[in-house]
C-alpha cells in the first residue's frame, strides 16, 4: 500500500444521495490507494495496518466541487458590482482579460488564484482561462502543481469581444485551439482541458460549429453560459434567429454535449421547460452560481425545479461575478436565493433544504468528475478536515447541526487538512 493509504477519525458527515447526510461522531473513513472504503462509526478492524490519523473533534466532510470559476477575474473579485452583466462584462471584465496577453501578468495573477484555490474547500474545478494561449498554458501549470483536479478552457471569442480581446476569425479561434491542444498533450497529470466557447454573443456560427465538430472528433468536453441575463437571452434569439430558445442555438451548434461527454452550463437563471428537457435530453451538468446571480442582479435560477426533473446540478462560484471562492458562502447564498424564489416568485417551489445543498456542492457538483464527493465505498477520495473549535455554543451539537452553523456562519470554520485523491495538498501546520 502506498502513502496515500491511511485512516482519518473524527467527526464526519458525507451524502449518499440527496435528501440526507450520514454523520459519525468520532467515526472513521477509510482511504486505500486514493479510494475511499467507506465511512464507519466503529474501528474498521480489517483495515487496522492502516495508519490512523485522529482529527478529534475536527469536521471530515467530502471536498466540493466549484463547476464554474473564471481564473483571469479573480484579481478583481469583489469590485464593479454595480453593473449588469453585459455592461459588467464590456465595462470591466473584457479589459482585464486583455490583460492577460502578457505572461508576466498571467503568471503573477495566476499565481494568487492557484494558491487560494489550493486552500480553501475546493477540491475539483471547472475554470475559465482567457483566449490567451500561452497564459492558459501558464496557469494549467500552475494549477497542476496543487493538486486540485481541474478542467481548464483556453475562452473562444471572435466577435464582440472589443479593444484586445477578439480572435481575429473562427479559422483563427479554431486554428489556436489546436495549437494550445497540442501544447498540453500529456503534460499533466491533475488539470484536463475543455473547449470554452464563451457564450453565443461572443462566438460566431461558423466558430461554434467548429468547436462542436472538434468536441466530437477529439472527445472533448465543453463547458459555456446559458440564459443567465435577460438582455443576453435577447440578444442571442437575434444573433441565431432560427433558434427555439438560447439552449436551442447550443444544440443547433452540436455543442450541448451528450451523457459521455456532459457540457456544463453555467447559471441557467431564465431556463424554461423547453431547455429544461434540452438540458436533460444531452446529460448537460448545470453550475447554479447564485452568488454571481445577486451581484449582476440577473434573477434567481429555479434549482428545485431542475433538481426534481434530474437534471445534472452543482454549484458554481463564477468568480469575480461572484466574489469568493468560498463554496461554503456559495451554499449560503444559495439556500437564500432558493427561499427567496420560494417566497417571492412561486410558491409551489419549495426551497432547497440543507441536505440537498450539502449534496449539490459535494456530490452534484462532484458527479462531473467521476465517483467524487461522498466517503461511499468506491468514491475518489477528496476530504477537507475542519477545525470549528472557535465557534462557541452552550450545549453540545450534533455533527449535523456543527456542519449547518459553519455553512451559515463561515467565519470561524478553518481549514485544517485537504486531501484529494488520497493525497495531502493542503495543511494549515505546513
Ligand atoms: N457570460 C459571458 N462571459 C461571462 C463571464 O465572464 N461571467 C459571467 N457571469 N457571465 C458571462
Ligand atoms: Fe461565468
Redesign the pocket.
Known amino acids: 500500500m502506498t502513502s496515500s493509504s491511511f485512516i482519518l477519525k473524527g467527526c464526519i458527515a458525507f451524502s449518499e444521495g440527496s435528501k440526507s447526510i450520514v454523520t459519525y461522531r468520532g467515526g472513521y473513513v477509510v482511504c486505500v490507494d486514493g479510494i475511499c472504503k467507506g465511512a464507519f462509526s466503529e474501528f474498521p478492524k480489517r483495515y487496522e495496518n492502516l495508519p490512523l490519523v485522529d482529527c478529534k473533534n475536527q469536521l471530515i466532510i467530502p471536498g466540493m466541487t466549484d463547476l464554474h470559476v ?1 481564473a483571469p ?1 479573480y484579481t478583481f473579485r469583489g469590485i464593479g458590482m454595480d453593473e449588469e ?1 453585459l455592461e ?2 464590456s465595462k470591466y ?1 473584457f479589459p482585464e ?1 486583455a490583460k492577460y496577453s502578457d505572461l508576466s501578468y498571467a503568471r503573477k495573477a495566476y499565481g494568487y488564484f492557484a494558491e487560494d484555490l489550493r486552500r480553501c474547500f475546493t477540491t475539483r474545478a471547472v475554470v ?1 482561462a482567457t483566449l490567451h494561449n500561452e497564459a492558459t498554458v501558464e496557469l494549467m501549470d500552475q494549477l497542476d502543481k496543487t493538486g486540485v483536479i481541474t478542467y481548464v478552457g483556453k475562452v473562444n471569442m471572435d466577435r464582440n469581444g472589443g479593444v484586445g480581446l477578439e480572435e481575429e476569425s473562427a479559422e483563427a479561434s479554431l486554428q489556436a485551439t489546436l495549437e494550445w491542444l497540442e501544447q498540453i498533450q500529456g503534460k499533466y497529470t491533475n488539470t484536463m482541458p475543455i473547449l470554452t466557447p ?2 453565443i ?2 462566438c460566431s456560427d461558423e466558430l461554434m460549429k467548429g468547436l462542436g465538430k472538434l468536441s466530437a472528433e477529439k472527445g472533448l468536453r465543453i463547458q459555456s ?1 446559458l440564459s ?2 435577460q438582455s ?1 437571452i435577447a440578444w442571442v434569439k437575434e444573433l441565431v434567429p432560427s433558434s427555439t430558445s438560447y439552449a436551442n442555438a447550443y444544440e443547433i451548434f452540436d455543442t450541448m454535449g451528450t451523457a459521455e461527454l456532459p457540457t456544463i452550463m ?2 441557467c437563471v431564465y431556463s424554461d421547460e423547453e431547455e429544461m428537457a434540452i438540458l436533460k435530453k444531452h446529460g448537460a451538468y448545470i453550475a447554479h ?1 447564485a452568488d ?1 446571480n445577486m451581484n ?1 442582479a ?1 434573477g434567481i435560477a429555479p434549482i428545485r425545479k431542475f433538481l426534481d426533473a434530474g437534471i445534472n446540478i452543482g454549484l458554481g462560484t ?1 468568480v ?3 466574489s469568493s471562492m468560498n463554496m461554503i458562502k456559495t451554499m449560503l447564498i444559495s439556500l437564500q436565493a432558493s427561499k427567496m424564489y420560494y417566497r417571492l416568485v412561486d410558491a409551489d417551489v419549495k426551497p432547497l433544504s440543507f441536505e440537498e445543498m450539502f449534496y449539490l456542492a459535494t456530490m452534484g457538483g462532484g458527479s462531473y468528475f467521476g465517483k467524487v464527493g461522498s466517503f461511499k465505498d468506491g468514491y475518489e477520495f477528496d476530504a477537507v478536515v475542519i477545525d470549528d473549535s472557535k465557534m462557541y455554543s452552550m450545549r453540545d451539537m450534533s455533527v449535523r447541526e456543527r456542519i449547518e452553523r459553519m455553512v451559515y456562519n463561515d467565519a470561524d470554520a478553518f481549514i485544517t487538512d485537504k486531501y484529494v485523491k488520497g493525497n495531502k495538498i493542503y495543511s494549515s501546520a505546513e
Open positions: 473564471h477575474q452583466l459588467w462584462l471584465t482579460e475559465f464563451r457564450f454573443p461572443s453560459h443567465e441575463n443576453e453555467a447559471h452560481c454571481s449582476l440577473s463564477d469575480a461575478a461572484g
